[in-house]
């Protein structure tokens, strides 16, 4: 990644932004897909119909992929460079308190934690899903609330997502939508980098 810094920056090049890349193609690719295919699946599609069913199993298709992804792909792609972990969480939360400005190359503890949250509620989603469509579970009113309830929690956890992607864009100085478009996070250059 260091290899990666502008040269402007690595020149010393006064206040350019160190410009790296973070995600790759696929990352990006599977993020806006991700997002189109719950929306077209909770707003577009009808729930009876077989577009439905499909689109759901693209969204299942989607996150596996991007787990496997999590296990071979570059370093902030990577799991392990975003594990679920409250207490680190917890201590982003005070650092942010105390005005902390470091910048993470892969997601921050707390939207660390956000990520694993939605790619879980989306394979359970698909799961009660699937299970309203078997014998076993045909017309059990638990599994059809489950799938409503959870696809709830989806929304609520896309908004507070969204509200974070800005939140932590204003605090780090770092456009992030735009990272998640081009691949690099621009990093202005007094920030330091975890
Ligand atoms: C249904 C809608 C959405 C879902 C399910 C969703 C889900 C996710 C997930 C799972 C990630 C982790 C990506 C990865 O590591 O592969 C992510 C990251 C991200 N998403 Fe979304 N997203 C949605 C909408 C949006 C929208 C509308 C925006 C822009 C405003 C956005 C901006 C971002 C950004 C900037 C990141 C990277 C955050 C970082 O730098 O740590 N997302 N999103
Ligand atoms: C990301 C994936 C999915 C999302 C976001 C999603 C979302 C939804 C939503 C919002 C509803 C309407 C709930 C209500 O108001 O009653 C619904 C209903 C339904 N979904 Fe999904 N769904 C997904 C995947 C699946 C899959 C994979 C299947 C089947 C294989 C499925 C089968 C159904 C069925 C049968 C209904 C109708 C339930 C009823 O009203 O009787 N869904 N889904």
């Known amino acids: 990644m260091a290899g990666s810094v502008s040269p402007a920056a690595a020149a010393g090049g006064g206040a350019s932004p160190r410009i790296i890349p973070v995600w790759d ?20 599609s009808d729930p009876e119909g077989k577009l439905h069913e499909t689109l759901g ?6 996150v596996l992929t991007r ?7 570059a370093r902030p792609a990577r799991l392990i460079s975003f594990p679920p972990a409250p207490a680190r969480a917890l201590r982003h939360l005070g650092a942010l308190r105390s005005g902390d400005r470091t910048v993470h190359l892969s997601h921050n503890p707390l ?7 939605i790619w879980a509620t989306v394979l359970l989603i698909v799961t009660t899903g699937i299970m309203m469509g078997s014998p076993r579970f045909f017309g059990v009113s638990w599994v059809e609330d489950m799938h409503e309830i959870l696809f709830n929690w989806l929304l ?6 969204i509200a974070g992607v800005v939140f932590d864009s204003l605090r780090s ?5 735009r990272a998640m478009i081009d691949g690099r996070k621009r990093i202005p250059a007094d920030r330091p980098i975890e």
Do not use: D, Q
Not at 29 to 44: T, Y
Not at 156 to 161: D, Q
């Open 156 to 161: 609520l956890s896309v908004i507070l997502h």
């Open 111 to 117: 939207g660390a934690l956000m990520v694993w949250n």
């Open 67 to 73: 787990l496997c992804w999590g296990l071979i792909g």
């Open 57 to 62: 199993y693209v969204a299942l298709a989607l």
């Open 25 to 44: 193609p696929l990352v990006r690719l599977i993020h806006w897909s991700l997002a189109l295919v719950i929306l077209l699946n909770g707003f577009v």
């Open 173 to 177: 100085g770092v456009p992030l939508v």
